[in-house]
């Protein structure tokens, strides 16, 4: 089975993205460690359930999930996937001790230096390539640029971005070497920025326009509908709490859920089971119903855990569950 597809356009190229994709963080040893046998796995049953779109990241693992999900697309028909991966940092040696990787266990001796500029750009993409064992990458996101990662330094991020990272991701899609660039975050403000002073394709936007978060909803997606910016939507869970249901130390946006946060999720759950529908059904199927939207990428890193994600959107929620959804005012109307 090969799922659906939708058609990001730049100028005369196009990129067709599955509408459920492969979110590659987990893979680069995100809470557990994972054998290479087991990263492997992971991603040959995500091609053979029929996922063509493939995102990762330097971050991920610190090289971790690019070099894992390469070793397997790497022998696949180049015009059968799109993947997606990011700059912003750096990957460089460091000493034992050193690489502060936080989440992601047992990555190589590598530490994170940010750089939005020409050459940190440059010299990114020129890793990633290698890491992957590709001679293309279809899309390059700017990786967590926004005040969300950098606080009072973002201003100055932002500027070189604009002064040299920009140009750089320009010449690479020109030049017909990436096709579709952006930025890869979780917040919509920086998104709003971008788009105001250059010219991106698409967003990986995570967290913001899901069953419990629409903030993204009021100007910034009504801007891409307007331009033909595309929309990759990740973190369809918010972190956890879509696909537990609002449990007892739920996860919401990283964090334990907030009262308010349990409150709206049960109602939400409520609602769903009403029309026969489980609470991640409806997370993962929620972003497709607006037209800027292109896919939607959870996270997987284990075999089960794709299968689980194949099977959650197998179900398609009937109409009748947005409808009652919309006027219990737990969702915006599309």
């Not at 009021?218 to 929309?231: A, K, N």
């Not at 089960?304 to 994600?309: M, T």
Request: glycine share 10%; with cysteine.
């Amino acid at each position: 089975m090969i799922f659906e597809q939708r058609t990001l356009t730049v100028g005369e190229r196009k990129l067709d993205l599955s509408v459920l994709g492969f979110g590659g963080a987990p893979l680069g040893n995100m809470h557990r460690v994972l054998t290479e046998d087991e990263a492997q796995s992971t991603v040959s049953a995500a091609w053979d359930s029929g996922l063509r779109y493939f995102d990762t990241a330097p971050f991920y693992g610190y090289g971790l999930s690019e070099a894992r999900i390469g070793s397997v697309i790497q022998d696949k028909p180049r015009a059968d996937f799109v993947v997606s991966t990011k700059v912003g940092r750096l990957l460089e040696p460091c000493k034992p001790g050193e690489e502060n990787s936080g989440i992601y266990l047992k990555t190589p001796q590598l530490k994170v230096r940010f750089d939005y500029s020409y050459d940190g750009v440059m010299r990114s993409y020129e890793s990633s390539l290698k890491r992957l064992g590709l001679n293309k990458i279809d899309i390059l996101y700017v990786h967590d640029i926004g005040g969300l990662t950098h606080g009072e330094m973002a201003d100055q991020h932002f500027h070189d971005l604009l002064a040299g990272g920009w140009r750089a991701l320009d010449e690479l899609r020109s030049s017909g070497a990436v096709t579709a660039v952006g930025l890869g975050v979780n917040e919509n403000a920086v998104c709003e920025q971008i788009l105001r002073e250059a010219d991106p394709n698409i967003f990986l936007l995570a967290g913001r326009y899901t069953l419990l978060d629409q903030s993204s909803a009021e100007t910034m997606l009504p801007e891409c509908v307007r331009r033909g910016v595309g929309i990759v939507l990740g973190g369809p869970y918010n972190s956890g709490i879509l696909a537990t249901g609002p449990i007892e130390n739920a996860q919401y946006d990283y964090a334990a859920a907030s009262p308010e946060i349990l409150e709206k999720a049960k109602a939400l759950q409520d609602v769903c089971n009403e029309h026969g529908v489980t609470l991640a059904e409806a997370a993962l199927h929620f972003p497709l119903r607006h037209s800027a939207v292109l896919s939607v990428i959870p996270g997987s890193q284990t075999e089960q855990q794709v299968a689980l994600n194949i099977a959650t959107f197998s179900n398609t929620p009937p109409e009748s569950l947005w409808t009652a959804l919309t006027d219990a005012g737990l969702i915006a109307a599309a």
